[in-house]
């Protein structure tokens, strides 16, 4: 079963626009991980937020997490066509034994248009 | 640093026959698996790895085979290919505590006809 449900499924903006995804969870987490994924390609992280952890940045990148609810959110400020992606959260277990397992959402697709 | 590399890139195969999928990392990464991504399904765990010698199974590893030797090769091999195997499948590593980034390979897309 799915850990990560993601919303919207696409989007579709400007350049220069904002873009907001969102992921829920099920379970508690050790941390929530933000990966993309060019067409064709493998995917590369992005960001990782720990569970006691509310808002993180890396460039135009910023991650929010809500624990209570059990949500993130992935905003991409000024957003560029190269920004064109798959975008997935994935969940890191809490627990011992969970080692580096995640779970993984079934993505948003981003369209940044020229 | 090569990272984590992937062979075949592409592969054919007809229903009933077997073959293995290659992954190797140069980082020394402990943990080590196999998930497939199918089309509006994300990405599902088959088998994982956390050191030589040891493995275990994910999500959907019926029909998949692991084994790990070394810590830097973690092949998987596909028993007796079935068309629902048809599939892309990314191998990852990784330090082994939780709060590390996982690496992917370039994917290796697999049909079964």
């Known amino acids: 079963s799915q850990q990560g449900e993601e919303d919207p499924q696409a989007l579709s903006i400007q350049e220069g626009e904002n873009a907001t995804m969102n992921c829920s969870y099920k379970t508690s987490i050790n941390n929530l991980q933000w990966y993309r994924q060019n067409s064709g390609r493998g995917l590369v992280h992005l960001i990782l937020i720990r569970s006691n952890e509310r808002e993180k940045h890396s460039g135009r990148l910023r991650v929010t997490l809500d624990t209570s609810k059990k949500s993130s959110s992935l905003l991409i400020t000024a957003s560029r066509a190269a920004d064109t992606a798959s975008y997935f959260c994935?969940?890191?277990?809490?627990?011992?034994?969970?080692?580096?397992?995640?779970?993984f959402g079934q993505g948003t697709i981003l369209t940044v248009h020229p | 640093n090569a990272g984590v590399t992937q062979t075949p890139k592409f592969q054919v195969l007809k229903t009933g026959q077997s073959m293995t999928l290659q992954c190797a990392q140069d980082m020394n990464h402990e943990y080590m698996s196999w998930y497939r991504q199918d089309p509006g399904m994300g990405l599902r765990l088959i088998h994982y790895s956390v050191g030589a010698g040891i493995t275990d199974q994910g999500e959907v590893p019926n029909g998949y085979n692991v084994s790990r030797s070394t810590t830097e090769d973690f092949p998987l091999r596909l028993l007796s290919a079935a068309p629902s195997q048809t599939s892309v499948y990314f191998c990852?590593?990784?330090?082994?505590?939780?709060?590390?980034?996982?690496?992917f390979g370039p994917g290796t897309r697999l049909t079964v006809t």
């Open positions: 994935a969940t890191a277990m809490a627990g011992g034994t969970s080692y580096g397992k995640l779970t």
């Open positions: 990852a590593s990784s330090y082994l505590a939780q709060s590390y980034e996982q690496y």
